[in-house]
Protein backbone atom coordinates (compact mmCIF):
# COMPACT_ATOMS: atom_id res chain seq x y z
CA UNK A 1 0.00 0.00 0.00
CA UNK A 2 3.12 2.68 0.83
CA UNK A 3 4.72 1.75 -2.18
CA UNK A 4 1.66 2.21 -4.56
CA UNK A 5 1.02 5.71 -2.89
CA UNK A 6 4.88 6.78 -3.28
CA UNK A 7 4.62 5.38 -6.86
CA UNK A 8 1.21 7.51 -7.57
CA UNK A 9 2.83 10.65 -5.86
CA UNK A 10 5.69 10.44 -8.18
CA UNK A 11 3.73 10.37 -11.18
CA UNK A 12 1.67 13.11 -10.06
CA UNK A 13 5.09 15.30 -9.62
CA UNK A 14 6.50 13.74 -12.68
CA UNK A 15 3.02 15.01 -14.63
CA UNK A 16 2.80 18.71 -12.78
CA UNK A 17 6.82 19.30 -14.01
CA UNK A 18 5.38 18.25 -17.45
CA UNK A 19 2.90 20.58 -17.51
CA UNK A 20 4.68 23.36 -15.96
CA UNK A 21 7.39 22.74 -19.12
CA UNK A 22 4.79 23.08 -21.62
CA UNK A 23 2.32 25.28 -20.23
CA UNK A 24 2.17 28.76 -22.18
CA UNK A 25 5.22 31.52 -22.26
CA UNK A 26 4.00 34.69 -19.74
CA UNK A 27 3.14 37.86 -22.07
CA UNK A 28 6.20 39.54 -20.45
CA UNK A 29 8.89 37.18 -21.48
CA UNK A 30 7.51 36.91 -24.96
CA UNK A 31 7.52 40.42 -25.57
CA UNK A 32 11.22 40.17 -24.65
CA UNK A 33 12.39 37.18 -26.49
CA UNK A 34 10.57 38.78 -29.79
CA UNK A 35 12.46 42.16 -29.31
CA UNK A 36 15.62 40.25 -28.78
CA UNK A 37 14.82 38.14 -31.83
CA UNK A 38 14.15 40.50 -33.83
CA UNK A 39 17.50 41.99 -33.62
CA UNK A 40 19.11 38.89 -33.96
CA UNK A 41 17.59 37.97 -37.50
CA UNK A 42 18.92 41.08 -38.58
CA UNK A 43 22.84 39.43 -38.57
CA UNK A 44 23.52 37.86 -41.70
CA UNK A 45 27.25 36.28 -41.56
CA UNK A 46 28.19 33.10 -40.31
CA UNK A 47 27.00 32.38 -36.82
CA UNK A 48 27.84 30.10 -34.05
CA UNK A 49 24.30 29.61 -31.92
CA UNK A 50 24.93 27.69 -28.40
CA UNK A 51 21.88 27.07 -26.50
CA UNK A 52 22.40 25.36 -22.95
CA UNK A 53 20.69 24.36 -19.89
CA UNK A 54 21.68 26.27 -16.88
CA UNK A 55 24.75 25.02 -15.28
CA UNK A 56 25.62 22.97 -18.12
CA UNK A 57 28.18 25.54 -19.43
CA UNK A 58 31.25 23.41 -18.65
CA UNK A 59 29.31 20.48 -21.01
CA UNK A 60 29.66 23.16 -23.77
CA UNK A 61 33.26 24.34 -23.99
CA UNK A 62 34.03 20.89 -23.75
CA UNK A 63 31.76 20.22 -27.34
CA UNK A 64 33.69 23.48 -28.67
CA UNK A 65 37.02 21.14 -28.14
CA UNK A 66 35.82 18.42 -30.21
CA UNK A 67 34.63 20.23 -32.81
CA UNK A 68 37.49 21.18 -35.02
CA UNK A 69 36.19 24.32 -36.83
CA UNK A 70 38.09 26.75 -39.72
CA UNK A 71 39.57 29.98 -37.79
CA UNK A 72 37.11 32.37 -37.80
CA UNK A 73 34.42 29.97 -36.14
CA UNK A 74 37.35 28.94 -33.61
CA UNK A 75 37.28 32.64 -33.03
CA UNK A 76 33.89 33.44 -32.36
CA UNK A 77 33.92 30.16 -30.06
CA UNK A 78 36.49 30.94 -27.95
CA UNK A 79 34.70 34.55 -27.31
CA UNK A 80 31.36 32.13 -26.10
CA UNK A 81 33.29 30.38 -23.93
CA UNK A 82 34.55 32.89 -22.09
CA UNK A 83 31.59 34.54 -22.32
CA UNK A 84 29.73 31.07 -20.80
CA UNK A 85 32.59 31.05 -17.18
CA UNK A 86 31.59 34.82 -16.82
CA UNK A 87 28.12 33.97 -16.50
CA UNK A 88 28.69 30.81 -14.56
CA UNK A 89 30.76 33.16 -11.96
CA UNK A 90 28.11 35.70 -12.46
CA UNK A 91 25.21 34.04 -13.05
CA UNK A 92 22.71 37.07 -12.89
CA UNK A 93 23.93 38.70 -15.32
CA UNK A 94 21.97 36.18 -17.63
CA UNK A 95 19.07 36.34 -15.69
CA UNK A 96 17.77 34.96 -12.26
CA UNK A 97 15.34 32.37 -13.39
CA UNK A 98 16.95 30.97 -16.67
CA UNK A 99 16.51 27.42 -17.66
CA UNK A 100 18.07 27.66 -20.92
CA UNK A 101 21.14 30.09 -21.81
CA UNK A 102 21.03 31.37 -25.25
CA UNK A 103 24.33 32.57 -27.16
CA UNK A 104 25.07 34.13 -30.59
CA UNK A 105 28.35 34.89 -32.14
CA UNK A 106 29.44 36.51 -35.56
CA UNK A 107 32.28 38.18 -37.01
CA UNK A 108 31.57 41.86 -38.13
CA UNK A 109 34.34 44.25 -39.34
CA UNK A 110 37.14 41.71 -37.99
CA UNK A 111 35.88 41.88 -34.42
CA UNK A 112 33.90 38.97 -32.81
CA UNK A 113 30.12 39.87 -31.81
CA UNK A 114 28.02 38.03 -28.92
CA UNK A 115 24.30 38.37 -28.00
CA UNK A 116 22.84 36.52 -25.41
CA UNK A 117 19.23 35.88 -23.58
CA UNK A 118 17.88 33.61 -21.18
CA UNK A 119 14.62 31.89 -20.69
CA UNK A 120 12.53 30.67 -18.72
CA UNK A 121 11.83 27.51 -20.30
CA UNK A 122 13.68 23.99 -21.88
CA UNK A 123 14.80 24.72 -25.32
CA UNK A 124 16.98 21.98 -27.11
CA UNK A 125 20.59 21.51 -26.02
CA UNK A 126 22.29 22.76 -29.13
CA UNK A 127 25.68 23.95 -30.72
CA UNK A 128 25.65 24.58 -34.40
CA UNK A 129 27.71 26.43 -37.07
CA UNK A 130 25.58 28.18 -39.86
CA UNK A 131 25.21 31.17 -42.57
CA UNK A 132 23.12 33.27 -40.29
CA UNK A 133 22.04 32.78 -36.29
CA UNK A 134 19.70 29.41 -35.56
CA UNK A 135 16.73 30.82 -33.89
CA UNK A 136 13.84 28.03 -35.14
CA UNK A 137 13.91 26.42 -31.43
CA UNK A 138 12.49 29.94 -30.30
CA UNK A 139 9.73 29.25 -33.28
CA UNK A 140 8.94 26.07 -32.56
CA UNK A 141 8.81 26.00 -28.59
CA UNK A 142 8.03 29.55 -27.79
CA UNK A 143 5.91 30.74 -30.25
CA UNK A 144 8.67 33.63 -31.43
CA UNK A 145 8.23 35.97 -33.97
CA UNK A 146 5.27 34.35 -35.77
CA UNK A 147 2.78 36.89 -38.35
CA UNK A 148 -0.75 36.91 -36.76
CA UNK A 149 -3.97 38.99 -38.09
CA UNK A 150 -5.52 40.22 -35.75
CA UNK A 151 -9.10 41.70 -36.57
CA UNK A 152 -11.59 42.93 -34.14
CA UNK A 153 -14.92 44.26 -35.01
CA UNK A 154 -18.58 44.55 -34.51
CA UNK A 155 -20.89 46.10 -37.06
CA UNK A 156 -20.11 49.26 -37.32
CA UNK A 157 -16.35 49.51 -37.19
CA UNK A 158 -13.42 47.11 -37.49
CA UNK A 159 -9.77 47.16 -36.74
CA UNK A 160 -7.38 44.80 -38.16
CA UNK A 161 -3.93 44.45 -36.84
CA UNK A 162 -0.51 42.60 -38.20
CA UNK A 163 1.73 41.34 -35.58
CA UNK A 164 4.97 39.88 -36.13
CA UNK A 165 5.35 38.52 -32.70
CA UNK A 166 4.41 41.51 -30.33
CA UNK A 167 5.28 44.20 -33.29
CA UNK A 168 2.05 45.86 -34.74
CA UNK A 169 3.55 46.52 -38.46
CA UNK A 170 0.25 47.46 -39.81
CA UNK A 171 -3.18 47.97 -39.28
CA UNK A 172 -6.11 50.06 -40.33
CA UNK A 173 -9.54 50.89 -39.11
CA UNK A 174 -12.88 50.95 -40.80
CA UNK A 175 -16.08 52.48 -39.76
CA UNK A 176 -19.76 53.28 -41.34
CA UNK A 177 -22.53 55.17 -39.73
CA UNK A 178 -25.17 52.81 -38.82
CA UNK A 179 -28.44 54.03 -37.56
CA UNK A 180 -29.59 51.50 -34.57
CA UNK A 181 -33.22 51.88 -34.65
CA UNK A 182 -36.26 52.79 -36.56
CA UNK A 183 -38.99 54.28 -34.99
CA UNK A 184 -41.88 53.53 -37.35
CA UNK A 185 -43.43 50.12 -38.15
CA UNK A 186 -44.98 48.11 -40.67
CA UNK A 187 -43.03 48.02 -44.51
CA UNK A 188 -41.25 51.05 -43.63
CA UNK A 189 -39.23 49.17 -40.43
CA UNK A 190 -38.57 46.25 -42.91
CA UNK A 191 -37.32 48.06 -45.86
CA UNK A 192 -35.02 49.82 -42.91
CA UNK A 193 -33.76 46.84 -41.54
CA UNK A 194 -33.02 45.11 -45.19
CA UNK A 195 -30.75 48.44 -46.29
CA UNK A 196 -29.41 48.09 -42.58
CA UNK A 197 -28.02 44.54 -43.22
CA UNK A 198 -27.08 45.14 -47.06
CA UNK A 199 -25.36 48.25 -45.47
CA UNK A 200 -23.70 45.72 -43.07
CA UNK A 201 -22.59 43.04 -45.71
CA UNK A 202 -20.98 45.84 -48.01
CA UNK A 203 -18.95 46.62 -44.99
CA UNK A 204 -17.65 43.36 -44.08
CA UNK A 205 -16.62 42.50 -47.64
CA UNK A 206 -14.88 45.76 -47.31
CA UNK A 207 -13.51 44.69 -44.47
CA UNK A 208 -12.52 41.02 -45.79
CA UNK A 209 -11.00 43.06 -48.69
CA UNK A 210 -8.68 44.39 -46.64
CA UNK A 211 -7.92 41.31 -44.27
CA UNK A 212 -7.14 39.79 -48.21
CA UNK A 213 -4.56 42.72 -49.14
CA UNK A 214 -2.74 42.97 -45.42
CA UNK A 215 -2.22 39.12 -44.92
CA UNK A 216 0.27 38.02 -47.00
CA UNK A 217 2.25 35.79 -45.04
CA UNK A 218 0.27 35.43 -41.91
CA UNK A 219 0.17 31.92 -39.85
CA UNK A 220 -3.04 32.79 -38.26
CA UNK A 221 -5.80 35.12 -38.28
CA UNK A 222 -7.54 35.68 -35.55
CA UNK A 223 -11.06 37.33 -35.58
CA UNK A 224 -13.21 38.72 -32.22
CA UNK A 225 -15.28 41.40 -31.24
CA UNK A 226 -18.68 41.86 -29.45
CA UNK A 227 -22.39 40.54 -30.38
CA UNK A 228 -22.73 37.92 -33.59
CA UNK A 229 -20.61 40.59 -36.34
CA UNK A 230 -17.57 38.01 -36.04
CA UNK A 231 -19.59 34.76 -36.91
CA UNK A 232 -21.35 36.90 -39.56
CA UNK A 233 -18.33 38.20 -40.88
CA UNK A 234 -16.44 34.99 -41.13
CA UNK A 235 -18.99 33.80 -44.13
CA UNK A 236 -17.14 37.24 -46.43
CA UNK A 237 -13.50 35.49 -45.95
CA UNK A 238 -12.16 33.53 -48.75
CA UNK A 239 -11.27 29.78 -48.74
CA UNK A 240 -7.80 30.64 -47.90
CA UNK A 241 -8.53 32.92 -44.90
CA UNK A 242 -11.00 30.87 -43.67
CA UNK A 243 -8.56 27.95 -43.29
CA UNK A 244 -6.11 30.59 -41.28
CA UNK A 245 -8.94 31.89 -39.07
CA UNK A 246 -9.69 31.42 -35.34
CA UNK A 247 -12.60 33.24 -33.42
CA UNK A 248 -11.07 34.25 -30.51
CA UNK A 249 -12.99 34.85 -27.19
CA UNK A 250 -13.67 37.58 -24.62
CA UNK A 251 -11.66 40.06 -27.39
CA UNK A 252 -12.62 43.39 -27.83
CA UNK A 253 -11.69 46.95 -28.57
CA UNK A 254 -11.23 47.82 -25.33
CA UNK A 255 -8.55 45.06 -24.35
CA UNK A 256 -5.55 45.75 -23.14
CA UNK A 257 -2.17 44.83 -24.79
CA UNK A 258 -1.08 42.26 -22.28
CA UNK A 259 -4.21 40.44 -22.58
CA UNK A 260 -3.99 40.62 -26.79
CA UNK A 261 -0.24 39.49 -26.81
CA UNK A 262 -1.73 36.19 -24.13
CA UNK A 263 -4.51 35.27 -26.71
CA UNK A 264 -2.14 35.28 -29.43
CA UNK A 265 0.37 33.28 -27.74
CA UNK A 266 -2.56 30.55 -26.66
CA UNK A 267 -3.37 30.51 -30.42
CA UNK A 268 -0.18 29.90 -31.57
CA UNK A 269 0.69 26.86 -29.09
CA UNK A 270 -2.77 25.55 -30.43
CA UNK A 271 -1.51 26.30 -33.56
CA UNK A 272 1.65 24.66 -33.72
CA UNK A 273 0.44 21.92 -32.04
CA UNK A 274 -2.07 20.71 -34.46
CA UNK A 275 0.64 21.53 -37.22
CA UNK A 276 3.52 18.88 -35.35
CA UNK A 277 -0.06 16.23 -35.15
CA UNK A 278 -0.62 16.62 -38.99
CA UNK A 279 3.21 15.82 -39.91
CA UNK A 280 3.42 12.34 -37.46
CA UNK A 281 0.04 11.57 -39.62
CA UNK A 282 1.58 12.62 -42.98
CA UNK A 283 5.12 10.46 -41.87
CA UNK A 284 2.39 7.60 -40.86
CA UNK A 285 1.02 8.00 -44.75
CA UNK A 286 4.33 8.09 -45.89
CA UNK A 287 5.56 4.86 -44.55
CA UNK A 288 4.69 2.28 -46.57
CA UNK A 289 5.90 4.18 -49.51
CA UNK A 290 9.83 3.92 -48.65
CA UNK A 291 9.94 8.17 -48.22
CA UNK A 292 10.10 8.20 -44.40
CA UNK A 293 13.41 7.33 -42.34
CA UNK A 294 13.32 6.60 -38.35
CA UNK A 295 17.07 4.87 -38.15
CA UNK A 296 19.84 7.29 -37.05
CA UNK A 297 22.40 6.32 -39.71
CA UNK A 298 19.78 5.93 -42.31
CA UNK A 299 18.69 9.14 -41.67
CA UNK A 300 22.57 10.67 -41.21
CA UNK A 301 22.86 9.19 -44.82
CA UNK A 302 19.94 10.56 -46.41
CA UNK A 303 21.22 14.42 -44.89
CA UNK A 304 24.76 13.91 -46.73
CA UNK A 305 22.99 13.65 -50.09
CA UNK A 306 20.10 16.32 -49.49
CA UNK A 307 17.43 13.62 -49.50
CA UNK A 308 15.81 15.19 -46.45
CA UNK A 309 12.59 17.23 -46.99
CA UNK A 310 11.76 17.40 -43.55
CA UNK A 311 13.64 16.48 -40.37
CA UNK A 312 11.38 15.79 -37.08
CA UNK A 313 13.32 16.41 -33.68
CA UNK A 314 12.14 15.51 -29.95
CA UNK A 315 12.74 19.26 -28.16
CA UNK A 316 14.28 16.35 -25.34
CA UNK A 317 16.84 14.84 -28.16
CA UNK A 318 19.73 16.42 -25.67
CA UNK A 319 18.48 12.89 -23.38
CA UNK A 320 19.41 10.82 -25.75
CA UNK A 321 23.19 8.93 -25.49
CA UNK A 322 23.41 9.72 -29.63
CA UNK A 323 22.91 13.47 -29.04
CA UNK A 324 25.89 14.40 -30.13
CA UNK A 325 25.08 13.02 -33.59
CA UNK A 326 21.73 14.69 -33.79
CA UNK A 327 23.87 17.67 -33.58
CA UNK A 328 25.94 17.09 -36.90
CA UNK A 329 22.66 16.31 -38.12
CA UNK A 330 20.87 19.35 -36.96
CA UNK A 331 23.61 21.24 -38.60
CA UNK A 332 23.53 19.64 -41.48
CA UNK A 333 19.96 20.12 -42.06
CA UNK A 334 20.52 23.96 -40.96
CA UNK A 335 23.00 24.44 -44.03
CA UNK A 336 20.65 22.41 -46.73
CA UNK A 337 17.43 23.10 -47.93
CA UNK A 338 16.12 20.49 -45.40
CA UNK A 339 13.52 21.93 -42.86
CA UNK A 340 13.46 21.28 -39.39
CA UNK A 341 10.41 21.20 -36.80
CA UNK A 342 10.61 20.61 -33.10
CA UNK A 343 8.27 18.95 -31.40
CA UNK A 344 7.14 19.24 -27.67
CA UNK A 345 3.88 17.42 -26.76
CA UNK A 346 4.79 14.64 -24.22
CA UNK A 347 2.74 11.97 -26.61
CA UNK A 348 4.82 12.54 -29.92
CA UNK A 349 8.08 12.93 -27.34
CA UNK A 350 7.27 9.40 -26.54
CA UNK A 351 6.75 8.41 -30.14
CA UNK A 352 10.52 9.95 -31.20
CA UNK A 353 11.67 8.38 -28.35
CA UNK A 354 11.36 4.96 -30.14
CA UNK A 355 13.06 6.20 -33.47
CA UNK A 356 16.10 7.57 -31.23
CA UNK A 357 14.36 11.43 -30.95
CA UNK A 358 14.14 11.84 -34.49
CA UNK A 359 12.21 11.10 -37.70
CA UNK A 360 12.42 12.13 -41.43
CA UNK A 361 10.12 12.73 -44.58
CA UNK A 362 12.06 12.00 -47.31
CA UNK A 363 12.18 13.84 -51.19
CA UNK A 364 12.78 10.67 -52.75
CA UNK A 365 13.62 6.70 -51.71
CA UNK A 366 17.49 5.93 -51.03
CA UNK A 367 19.16 2.60 -51.10
Known amino acids: MLNALVFLRKKKVKCMKERSELSEISPSEWMSLNQF ?28 RENKRNESFEKIESKIAKRIIEIKDDPPSAGKFSKTLCIFGWMENG ?21 KPYVKPFQDLLKINYDVLLITLDQKSARIQKFHGNQITQESKLRIDLQGRHKKGGQSQGRFLRARQTKIHIFFK ?20 TGHAKTEFYDELNSELMKKCRFVDDLS ?9 EKIIHHLYLYRR ?9 YDQLFKTGLTAKRNDVIYKALKIGAVDTLIVSANYHTNSKFKNIMKMLEIAENTSCKIEFASSPKIIERLKINNSVMALLRYKIK
Open 37 to 64: LFKIKQVNSPCVSVYYPYGKGKDMISLF
Open 253 to 261: FSTSVQDVH
Open 206 to 225: KIANKARTMDSNSELILLGG
Open 111 to 131: RVLIKEIGTSKKLPYLYMASK
Open 274 to 282: KYVAELIER
